[in-house]
């Protein structure tokens, strides 16, 4: 099996267009969640959203094709420019990979939704003015898989183009997916975009019907607060993580900037419920990750640090951190755990990306970022979750943990690369 690296990563969130803006305001604790800007939200329960504010898809795209794609695609299409960028295989002249290549280089992209904003639009239009005024764009604009189309396109990327829609957990599983690909041989590289961009009347609507998300409309930067006994549900974000990743032969071979080594994933089903949250299927799931590191290094894994799923629900924060407990064997035993999503809100199918990509600055930084808005500690939530400050610590391996509706899992760890 082919041993498989970091190179490239880039992002776009309610706190940052880029990884370093974004990283730096996750570690110093600033929320992007504000009102509703994106639709008129003033008759629905949840007035307010994690929303990328500031972005001008011409920046990415040309004005023409700008309508021929939903914001989620957007939104992706800026994330995976920076770390193509960043990996050193595309510059601002240009920004196809090199034809010898091209190949063997493969995107696996994911979200939760797709273009559900395209989806309401058009369907309005449908009923309101009949089918012959739906845009010829619908489809093709809002379809999950074809996130991964437009970038293709945009890069060269003639490997394979695959996707992934396991809800919350769908980023997680694209890098999972990226590494068997390249492991075993199937690509010699890979570009993993998670997207999402669901701020819109049917998915603020459709999650505050289920009673999922919080409705502290009074106070939005404090309502996603993890692991607080406080706690009434997630904050709806959005935004795109994008990861490059390829075999460590090969980014040694061209002098590549490494970010870390993939060691191990996990993934499970909880076969219990379709959205209720159980400790098994997270505990399995990271049981999973870690014997697959110990397989691949041949020496017993030691966590640093988890950035958690933490969504900031009552049910699931607490499964989280059982399962924690469970995994290794006593709290005494537990690594410091934080959950970003106080910062950023929940990003749905691009919360593993974007997440990652913080697990992977938080390892090469040697600083973890905040659990903001714990102002009361569950007390059925018991580990360290670094509250409110960010903290200094030498990190050598770490894990990030994203699980979704249906009762699908995923874990990752990620190591720094033996000198």
């Known amino acids: 099996m082919k041993r498989v690296v970091i190179t490239g990563l880039g992002t776009i969130n309610s706190v940052g267009h880029n990884v370093e803006d974004s990283f730096n305001a996750v570690v110093n604790g600033k929320c992007g969640i504000n009102e509703i800007t994106l639709f008129d939200a003033s008759e629905y329960s949840v007035q307010f959203a994690g929303e990328v ?17 939903d914001r989620f695609i957007q939104l992706g299409i800026k994330a995976a420019y920076e770390a193509m960028d960043d990996a050193g295989y595309i510059s601002a002249e240009d920004k196809k990979v090199n034809e010898s290549i091209s190949e063997r280089f493969g995107v696996i992209s994911a979200s939760g939704i797709g273009g559900l904003s395209t989806i309401e639009k058009n369907s309005v239009t449908c009923a309101n003015r009949g089918p012959k005024r739906i845009s010829p764009f619908f489809i093709p604009s809002s379809l999950v898989n074809m996130l991964g189309g437009f970038i293709s396109i945009e890069h060269g990327l003639k490997g394979p183009s695959l996707s992934h829609v396991t809800a919350c957990a769908a980023s997680t599983h694209a890098l999972a997916d990226a590494v068997k690909t390249i492991a075993t041989n199937g690509a010699d590289r890979v570009l993993v975009v998670g997207a999402e961009s669901a701020i819109c009347g049917a998915g603020i609507g459709g999650f505050a019907a289920m009673k999922a998300l919080s409705t502290r409309n009074d106070d939005p930067q404090s309502a996603s607060r993890p692991f607080d006994k406080d706690r009434d549900g997630f ?60 397989a691949n290094t041949g020496e017993d894994i030691k966590i640093d640090y988890i950035n958690a799923h933490g969504t900031s629900t009552p049910v699931g924060d607490v499964n989280e951190s059982k399962a924690i407990v469970e995994l290794f064997e006593g709290l005494e035993n537990c690594p410091p755990v934080t959950s970003t999503k106080g910062q950023v809100g929940h990003c749905l199918g691009a ?44 990190l050598n391996t770490v894990m990030s943990n994203n699980f979704g509706f249906g009762g699908t899992n995923g874990s990752v760890i990620f190591r720094k690369l033996e000198k």
């Open 235 to 294: 904050v709806m974000g959005e935004g795109a993580g994008a990861l490059v990743l390829e075999t460590l032969e090969s980014a040694q071979e061209r002098g590549a900037k490494i970010y870390c080594e993939v060691i191990g994933f996990g993934e499970s089903g909880d076969a219990n419920h379709i959205t209720a949250p159980v400790m098994d299927g997270p505990l399995r799931s990271m049981k999973a990750a870690l014997a697959m590191a110990k």
């Open 53 to 69: 504010k500031d972005f001008d898809p011409t920046t990415v795209m040309d004005k023409k094709e700008v309508k021929k794609a």
């Open 351 to 394: 919360a593993g990306a974007i997440e990652a990509i913080f697990t992977i600055k938080a390892l090469n930084e040697g600083i973890i970022p905040p659990t903001i808005n714990i102002e009361n500690q569950d007390e059925e939530c018991k580990l360290d979750y670094v509250p409110n400050t960010a903290r200094k610590v030498e």
